[in-house]
């Protein structure tokens, strides 16, 4: 918990035989005003609930806190979220120290593919792999809470 600092890029290359780990992710937001986004989420056989702040001037730090709570919790919480539930595979790829998630979107956002890196500062170095894309880091929408409202497939 605390603050979160990560780099978002668009995808362009084959990563999906370079996984460790891939997980089935669904989604839904309880509020998804930038101030505080609060989500639901199942990932794999976990559910979560995570409340999200605005993000800083670059986009790449904001607070987070999260909670892990029942599927049968969170599938209560997905009747009453905000329409458009995102759908996605999580794929995590390791590259150097560092560990990417991809998610590739299903749905409405099918054909989006954004990677995330978490970073310790928001200057700190990272192997960039031949499949990272064009930055996205603070664009608004790739933001999943925006995807849920604005998506890809509709841009």
């Excluded at 976990?46 to 670059?58: L, M, P, R």
């Excluded at 759908?87 to 956002?109: I, S």
Aim: hydrophobic share 30%.
């Amino acid at each position: 918990m605390g603050k979160e600092i990560e780099r978002k890029f668009l995808v362009k290359g084959e990563f999906r035989n370079l996984a460790h780990k891939k997980t089935r992710i669904t989604q839904g937001y309880l509020c998804s005003v930038p101030e505080r986004t609060v989500r639901v989420r199942t990932k794999g056989d976990h559910g979560y609930i995570t409340i999200k702040g605005i993000g800083n001037e670059s986009g790449a730090s904001r607070y987070e806190w999260e909670k892990e709570i029942s599927v049968e919790e969170v599938h209560d919480l997905l009747k009453i979220c905000e329409p458009g539930v995102i759908d996605k595979t999580r794929y995590q790829v390791k590259a150097g120290p560092h560990t990417f998630e991809v998610d590739e979107f299903y749905g409405e956002n099918q054909g989006l593919i954004v990677a995330e890196v978490e970073l310790s500062s928001e200057d700190e170095n990272f192997e960039k792999p031949g499949w990272l894309g064009e930055e996205v880091t603070g664009i608004t929408k790739y933001y999943n809470s925006m995807l849920m409202k604005h998506p890809f497939t509709k841009w």
